[in-house]
Each structure stands twice: as structure tokens, then as C-alpha cells.
């Protein structure tokens, strides 16, 4: 059965054309909905229009400086990951995004490799699936903690009854790690379940 991977939609917001035609070449290469604005005082109604999981934000912008753009981004949506790039980072710009939840401070020019991984770490913590075998495991993870909180068992508990750490657990529900069948099998005794219940309807 073949899986629909979700559709992200990134929003670049940068005042160089260029960057921004060059980073919507790379994202869209890679299978990402992008769209860009060099204007960052369009950025609060397409924000409130365009169900955006991700917006990549230039520091450095006239009109509105990223900051700014990212404090009133914050007050239509508390939800939707931002990265923060500049050419001129400093610590106090950096601690200001961090504090307006920023998932991510970039120098530009940036490493592509680097700007992936960035990308990948967001869409795992967002629980934005990007392959088949991450849908599985993110199947797996909400289906065991599903089943556990059914029975109003803690992570605590479920470590006891399975032999397998806390943090262990704790990345199988939050598909950080990949459950071996060993330990599958573990959690499905634990859970009264069978195996293959704990794939959901995959």
C-alpha cells in the first residue's frame, strides 16, 4: 500500500530575488511546496492564508527587520517552525529568536548539507514525515503511545513490564528511533496486543 507522504509547505521571506529563487529551486527539487516574498510586510496575510509548516526568514530586511516579522508571525500562529538566516549573526539577535521559538539560527552563506539536515530535524520535531519508513515509524510511535494511554499506563510502567529503558520507549512513540521486533514484540505483550496492531492502519 502505497503511502501519501504530507504535503510541507515552506515559506521563504528574504529580500535578495536571488536567494530566494535559488532556495525555492533546491526545496522544490526536493519535494517541498514553496513559495517566496521579498516583501516582509506581506508575510502576516500570507501566514494567515497559506497553512505554512515551515517559514525561512532573512534577518537583515528593509521595512521590517526578521525579528519583527517573526514577533508578529508568532501572534497569528504559535505552531509553525521558523529558521532564522543571516549575514550578520550576533548573539542578540540570536537569543531574540530563540526566545520567539526559532528552531534554527543560519549563517549565510549556507552549507546545502547542513541546510538539509536543518530541514530534516525540523520536519521530525514537527512530525512531518518525508520518507515511507518515517510515516512507519511515526504509525508505530502513535499507535503504542495510543494503546498505552489506554491503559493508563505511564512510560515508567511500560519500561518495567518490557525490560526496555524510558528513553527508549520515549523515542519509539516520538518515531526518534526505529523499534526492532524484539522490542515490538515486548510492547505488544506489554500492551496485550498483537504485533501487527501496533502498525495502525498502515
Known amino acids: 500500500m502505497a503511502v501519501e507522504l504530507p504535503a510541507v509547505r515552506i515559506l521563504i521571506v528574504d529580500d535578495d530575488k536571488a536567494i530566494c529563487e535559488y532556495m525555492q529551486t533546491l526545496l522544490e527539487a526536493d519535494g517541498f ?45 504559535s505552531d509553525v517552525a521558523v529558521v532564522i538566516f543571516t549575514g550578520f549573526p550576533d548573539l542578540e539577535s540570536a537569543v531574540a529568536s530563540m526566545k520567539l521559538d526559532a528552531v ?72 526518534e528511533s526505529s523499534a526492532s521486533i524484539s522490542s515490538l514484540y515486548k510492547i505488544s505483550l506489554a500492551l496485550e496486543a498483537r504485533v501487527q496492531d501496533l502498525f495502525g492502519e498502515y
Open 33 to 77: 511546496h514553496v513559495k517566496t516574498l521579498s516583501d516582509p510586510t506581506h508575510v502576516e496575510a500570507e501566514v494567515r492564508e497559506g497553512g505554512y509548516h515551515l517559514i525561512i526568514l532573512d534577518l537583515m530586511m528593509p521595512k521590517l527587520d526578521g525579528i519583527e516579522v517573526l514577533r508578529r508571525v508568532r501572534k497569528i500562529d
Open 104 to 175: 534554527d539560527y543560519l549563517k549565510k552563506p549556507f552549507n546545502v548539507d547542513e541546510f538539509r539536515e536543518v530541514l530534516a530535524r525540523v520536519m521530525r520535531k514537527k512530525g512531518l514525515a518525508r520518507t515511507p519508513e518515517e510515516q512507519l515509524h511515526r504509525v508505530i510511535g502513535d499507535t503504542i503511545r495510543g494503546l498505552r494511554k489506554d491503559k493508563d499506563l505511564t512510560l515508567k510502567q511500560m519500561a518495567n513490564r518490557t525490560g526496555l529503558s524510558v528513553s527508549l520507549l520515549s523515542q519509539i512513540e516520538r518515531a
